[in-house]
């Protein structure tokens, strides 16, 4: 059988971690057909034909329209700005051909809802770039949740800060254009709001305040250009299962360069994680002995799958691109039938809209929103 064809439209940070991902999961993951590259769409020929050589595609094109429509192209990775996701998928979807977009889903909520719905209607898989949750700790923290380990969960404290945009003179782009969404929420609070998707469940209503810590920003012309989108969002959030939590997310964050900071509070204990070393996590059990109770850092290793497909010794680490193989993993296994395979699909993609949708609302009007 050979194996899915692969398209991939738009070739920058995303873009090299999804062909890594193609290249890599059939070598860490023995179970899944190795993938063949075909077709690398970006903006203009002479870049979509040089990055096809780097990622190992067999052609590359400058209109993304080609990758879509190319009969030996299964699966479609769209990792190109935001504004373009929705008309990306809905096409690569009519054409047949599954799809795995990067978060957010869309930059309207009407987007998204066309996306969900086009999904539905069709026979492919559509799945969402949600990486996070594919960390081997994460996953351990869910069965830890599941187990009990820490009795009721109660309360959740979740921050994502990186500081790409705390500079006032990194000059104006695409993420500071209301057309790329509302800002740190379509950015950031999204990937937190998929670890509460898997962990805990729905978001039941919302309070959020937004900020734009720099007015505005160099244009290329010389001029100074007003930042439409905002950088910095604080939320209060009481999730369907009863749980209070907070939501924190900064883009101009001096200092923190890739923080997801989850700190989950329960009836007998507590469990803390950070992305930026998200090869350990902190667990603290009442069930410990009084005179020797206090946090144990785990590193993760081979009992924490699927570490183990990676390297055969603990603590020695996987890195952020390792987690985009896993979602690729993943990915080929539900398009191969298997319902058990980890994915933020469509349908919890656009719960996850219509919470962001609700927070920017929610500053909009200064009051709580429900999302039912
Ligand atoms: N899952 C994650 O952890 C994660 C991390 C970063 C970014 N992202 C998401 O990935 C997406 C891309 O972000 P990025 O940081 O890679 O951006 P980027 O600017 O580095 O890359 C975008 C790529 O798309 C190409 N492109 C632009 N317009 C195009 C068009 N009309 N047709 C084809 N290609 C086009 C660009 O030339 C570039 O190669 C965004 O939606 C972002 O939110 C996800």
């Known amino acids: 059988m050979k194996g899915l064809g692969v398209g991939l439209i738009g070739s920058g940070f995303m873009g090299k971690c999804h062909a890594i991902a193609w290249n890599a999961v059939g070598t860490a993951f023995p179970d899944v057909e190795r993938p063949r590259l075909v077709h690398l769409g970006d903006a203009d020929a002479d870049l979509a034909a040089r990055r096809a050589r780097e990622f190992g595609f067999a052609r590359g094109s400058g209109d993304w329209h080609a990758v879509v429509e190319d009969p030996e192209v299964d699966v479609v990775s769209v990792t190109a700005p935001n504004q373009f996701h929705a008309e990306m998928t809905l096409a690569a979807l009519k054409a047949g051909k599954h799809v795995w977009c990067e978060k957010p889903m869309a930059t309207s909520l009407a987007d998204a809802e066309m996306m969900a719905k086009a999904a539905r209607e069709s026979d492919r898989i559509a799945a969402l770039g949600y990486n996070y949750i594919q960390s081997p700790a994460i996953r351990h923290i869910g069965r830890l949740l599941d187990q009990g380990a820490i009795g009721e969960p109660n309360h959740l404290r979740i921050e994502m800060d990186e500081d790409f945009m705390a500079d006032p003179e990194t000059p104006f782009g695409w993420k500071h254009a209301s057309t790329s969404g509302y800002g740190a929420l379509d950015d950031f609070a999204v990937h937190p709001l998929s670890l509460i998707s898997v962990l805990f469940g729905r978001v039941g209503r919302v309070i959020c305040d937004m900020t734009k810590p720099y007015a505005d920003r160099a244009a290329g012309d010389g001029t100074r250009r007003a930042v439409e989108t905002y950088d910095t969002a604080s939320t209060l959030l009481r999730l369907e299962n009863g749980m209070a939590a907070t939501l924190l997310v900064n883009r101009s964050a001096w200092g923190r360069k890739g923080r997801i900071a989850v700190q989950i509070f329960g ?106």
């Open 267 to 372: 009836s007998k204990g507590s469990i803390l994680f950070d992305q930026e070393r998200f090869n350990e996590f902190q667990l603290y059990t009442t069930s410990d002995s009084p005179a020797e109770q206090g946090y144990r850092t785990v590193l993760i290793g081979p009992a924490h799958e699927p570490y183990g497909t990676f390297v055969p010794a603990p603590g020695h680490g996987l890195g952020f691109n390792d987690l985009k193989t896993i979602e690729c993993r993943e990915l080929v296994a539900r398009i191969g039938g298997d319902m058990a395979a980890r994915l933020i699909g469509f349908e919890a993609g656009l719960e996850i809209e219509r919470t962001v949708h609700a927070m920017a609302r929610s500053f909009d009007e200064g009051r709580w929103i429900g999302l039912r």
